[in-house]
Every structure is written in C-alpha cells, then in structure tokens.
C-alpha cells in the first residue's frame, strides 16, 4: 500500500514562503499524476498545482506566478514552493498522486499552512 505523507506547513506572515514536502513509500510518483489540493475550512478541496507523468504543470488561477510545483522520482519525493503568500493561502494541503492507467488515487494526512495578515 503506498503512503504518502506532507510536510513543511507552518505559521507564516503574509508575503513570506514555505516549501511544502510530498514523500512517498514507493516508486509512485513514476507512474503517476501528482497534486497538492487544499481545503480551507468550510470549503471543498480543490486543486491548486498538478504535474502530469511527463512534467506539465498546472496552477490554479490564484496561485500562478507564486506557487511552483516540482518532483525528484529518484528520491520519491513531490514538492510545492509557496512565494509571496497571502491570508486566502490559508488550507490544509494535500498531495496526491493517481497512477496512470492504473486504478491507485492515494492521499496524504495533510500540513496545514496558515499566513497571518
């Protein structure tokens, strides 16, 4: 069963950064889609950065131009750098990763990230 756990949220002030962390059990992340996600409290969980198994990235509108999502498969490791934060940054995020063509969606327990203004 793969296991992916986040890492790196914090308390941060507004304009500040934080480098979030997404490792894996496994060789997941080779064979996979991969994306952080957020949910703020009382808000669905929506998408904020993908990387496909060939490298394109997506962002959501809010975050383009401060949020870079990247991924090191030698170490089974996915990353999100978090620039220019603002209070509306802040969710607990989430990664995932969906095997392509195969049948695994698998989560991680969450970071919080929380930017004071």
């Known amino acids: 069963q793969v296991q992916l756990a986040e890492s790196g949220g914090g308390l941060v002030q507004a304009g500040g950064s934080l480098r979030l962390s997404c490792a894996a059990s496994?060789?997941?992340?080779?064979?996979?889609?991969t994306g952080w996600y957020r949910q703020a409290p009382g808000k669905q969980r929506d998408l904020v950065a993908s990387?496909?198994?060939?490298?394109?990235?997506k962002y959501a509108d809010s975050v383009k131009g401060r949020f870079t999502i990247s991924r090191d498969t030698a170490k089974n490791m996915v990353y999100l750098q978090m620039n220019s934060l603002k209070p509306e940054d802040t969710a607990v995020y989430y990664c995932?990763?969906?095997?392509?063509?195969?049948?695994?969606?698998?989560w991680g327990q969450g970071t919080q990230v929380t930017v004071s203004s």
């Open positions: 990387i496909s198994l060939v490298g394109t990235t």
């Open positions: 995932n990763a969906k095997e392509v063509g195969g049948q695994g969606d698998y």
């Open positions: 496994g060789s997941i992340f080779r064979f996979s889609a």
